[in-house]
């Protein structure tokens, strides 16, 4: 862990000479100003102003002047920048000039979450699994929607093309002080997955942020494009981000709430569709090939909402499939920590399990089942109605994901 005084010794002695600031949108689109090494002192003390107003879901031109305040136990070295005059990343907190914590931080939202739950000595850990499409680039670099390889699910080189640009990645992960568990090619032409390990919320969501950056530059830097989208290549599967998530009672009876917090997913889940699944071409993907359509549950199966994987060891986990790559992951976790919370504190319950393949159940079956929403403009209807995400969600947010 660093401290300021740390990261002030560090920046000396490592030659780094550009500190990026590092915050988001409400898409969880990065932003960032970068300063010079000599600056970090008055950033920690007094923060770097910028202007909100031309942020996406922060708000007007009125009172728009907002201070980035680095986090210290963020700082990493981007490995891809030069050794000689080094670059640094922090994450940052956002406050108004009187030094007020800004509410419409998702970032800020996701750690009143996990601080909701830990006042009921609850810790909510996650692990997501990301997918994302390689393409090839034309003569002047921009992305074409030819895939690089035509390789299916886990298969090796030389049909999988992409196993050096994964390899890169992990490697540039490392260096990032970021642990991968797993890569391997998936089943769509030119489509990978990379998992890494498990995190409390706020690191997770940090790492997931990370994640994408460093594979849209490793791409880049091989002459590729890294897609995010949730169903690029029609016909072919989407790219989800499984959201694996494990709920440990801190009290001293060591009670097993994985089956209350999963209830309070479900009774949530289609209120919090919009900003799991965002985008238009999000409903696309959901309701084939490996990703649902409909509110259920069960073990170690794919066709379902939630599965309960199969463990050796350890504690329980929970995967929620539907989420998909262009979610803002501190929303996304903070939504989910607060649903599942809500589900604890009401005891709720869950169906029994459906221990069916849901994509070639019939009318017979399906026509009982609770559906996700089927488009945006649905989801966007479920979340606006909803007091569960009015408490949550800021207005401004609401706005922006109104399309």
Not at 72 to 80: M, R, V
Not at 139 to 165: L, Q, S
Not at 250 to 256: A, K, Q, Y
Not at 263 to 287: D, K, W
Request: aromatic share 12%; hydrophobic share 35%; proline share 6%.
């Amino acid at each position: 862990m660093y401290s300021y005084d740390k990261v002030l010794t560090f920046v000396r002695e490592e030659d780094v000479k550009f500190i990026r600031l590092v915050f988001f949108d409400a898409f969880g689109v990065q932003k960032n100003i970068s300063i010079m090494s000599e600056e970090l002192e008055r950033a920690f003390r007094d923060g770097i102003s910028f202007d909100a107003s031309a942020i996406e879901g922060f708000g007007d031109e009125v009172k728009s002047d907002l201070f980035l305040h680095p986090d210290p136990e963020t700082l990493a070295i981007l490995p891809w920048r030069p050794s000689n005059g080094r670059v640094a990343r922090m994450y940052c907190d956002i406050r108004y000039p009187d030094g007020r914590f800004f509410e419409k931080d998702s970032r800020f939202i996701l750690k009143n979450a996990v601080r909701a739950a830990k006042e009921r000595d609850i810790c909510v850990d996650f692990g997501p699994e990301m997918e994302f499409y390689l393409f090839k680039t034309d003569e002047n670099g921009e992305p074409t929607k030819e895939p690089f390889d035509r390789a299916g699910y886990m298969d090796i080189a030389p049909e999988d093309r992409g196993e050096n640009v994964r390899r890169e990645i992990c490697f540039t992960l490392i260096d990032m002080g970021i642990r991968p568990e797993a890569s391997h090619h998936e089943e769509g032409p030119g489509q990978n997955e990379i998992d890494f390990h498990y995190s409390d919320a706020l690191t997770a969501a940090d790492n997931t942020s990370t994640f994408k950056w460093v594979v849209k530059t490793a791409a880049m830097g091989n002459g590729l494009y890294a897609d995010f989208s949730p169903k690029p290549v029609g016909g072919h599967a989407g790219s989800g981000m499984h959201i694996n998530m494990s709920v440990d009672s801190r009290s001293l009876d060591d009670t097993d709430y994985t089956e209350r917090f999963m209830g309070g997913i479900m009774a949530h889940i289609c209120e919090m569709t919009l900003f799991l699944n965002p985008v238009p071409q999000s409903y696309e993907r959901l309701g084939e090939k490996k990703a649902p359509g409909y509110v259920t549950w069960s073990y170690e199966n794919r066709s379902q909402l939630i599965r309960i994987p199969a463990v050796k060891s350890g504690h329980r986990r929970i995967e929620l499939r539907s989420a998909d790559p262009m979610a803002n992951p501190y929303l996304a976790f903070a939504l989910l920590i607060y649903a599942g919370l809500d589900g604890i504190d009401k005891n709720m319950t869950v169906p029994k399990p459906l221990n069916i393949n849901l994509y070639k159940a019939g009318s017979d079956v399906t026509k009982n089942l609770v559906c996700l929403p089927k488009n945006i403009e649905a989801a966007y209807e479920a979340a606006a109605k909803s007091e569960f995400i009015r408490a949550i969600v800021p207005e401004s947010y609401m706005c922006s994901y109104k399309r």
